[in-house]
């Protein structure tokens, strides 16, 4: 896998995490309108970038690895587990 950029590398996250998802929940499906980046940046040829789902209660937070040593992609999914307030 090869990343051209930032916007190319947001894409591809998106496109991975609607696959993701409609794998990881059958009685829910959603499309790229449902995914939207957290937070993304480029440190010399490596991307990393924070998605999540406009889902309303499903907890999922996805992070992406890009390696641009290796051209790999890393996909790290996490479920909310916990809310707490303190005061």
Known sequence: MIITGMEDFQRVCKHRLVKTYNKMFSDVRINLDNVFIVWACKTLQNYKALASTTVDGD??????????????????VYLKQLNTKYE
Do not use: L, R
């Open 59 to 76: 907890g999922v937070y996805v992070e992406y690895t890009y390696n641009g040593d290796k051209q790999e992609m890393y996909e790290d």
